[in-house]
């Protein structure tokens, strides 16, 4: 407990700016770059030429129908996915944000996808939880539509949706975390996982701290729902088996608690890891240049030796 004091204490104010930069639908960085350095210039989507974006169904719930936006290409053959996962402080939807990443990633060799989760304003978790499960679920069910190989899905995700993206991975063959979606008859593994700018301890994190995304996403604070934020914690499910996981983070953003006690767990099981540290990068980094541009060189290495390669006919 003296440990989870000091680290709350020392460091509850950084975790504060992670939510408070993913709260907002146009992010702002979450610190100013050095006057030489980068500016911060938000990036707009625009479908790449050889691409169709289509949107699929997932799941209609009466408070949001989660869908899916995927990126095919083309040309004849079989590709390799990538799920995005967005960010927001799990209450806003930023997925045009990420949507300029995922373009570039698709240009690189992948079918990518991201989906339109319920916020914690229509449903508490782990609601946002099982709607990406659904979706990896109905990826697969999709697949031939989609010129996806289904056994060969990774996912990734920014701040919260890192969380998510992280979560997803480590309970990937825990069937209790599947929730009631569509699909059922499908899979929701992933072999590759992307975590960026992410918290993977929520408890130590929030512990003595009132965060309000973390409230409004979990019904409650972390004393009062221990268990719950203990469950979403992605630390808490590392085990053998599951999926290669590395991490991106700016170096202008806050420490991410959680993460290096992860990775030692990994690397304890012999489950790959590593973390990028983006020089001069501040929170949402992925979404401007040019970190975009080197998110998307390391997650394309990562995402080739794990995924593969496409096969064209």
Known sequence: MHLRLFLCLALGLATGVLHAA????????????????????????????GYTLKTLEVAKHPEHTVELYVYVPDAQGTWPCILDIHGGGWKARQVEADKPMMERLAQRGFVTALVSYRLSTEAKYPAALHDCKAALRCLRAHAAELKID??????????????????????????????EGPFKEQSSAVKACIVMAATQNLVDSNYFQKNESAILFFGGNAMEKPEIYKQASPINHVRAGVPP??????????LKIGRAEMMEKLKALGIETAVHTLKEAPHPFWMSDPWCAETVDIATAFFKKHLGEPVLK
């Open 22 to 49: 993913d709260a907002q639908p146009a992010p702002k960085p979450a610190a100013k770059p050095n006057r030489n350095g980068p500016k911060w210039k938000a990036l707009k989507p625009q479908t790449p030429a």
């Open 150 to 179: 289904p056994e060969r899905i990774g996912c990734m995700g920014g701040s919260a949706g890192g969380h998510l993206s992280g979560l997803t991975a480590m309970t990937t063959g825990l069937a209790e975390f599947e929730g």
């Open 245 to 254: 996981t590395i991490y991106i983070e700016g170096e202008k953003d806050t």
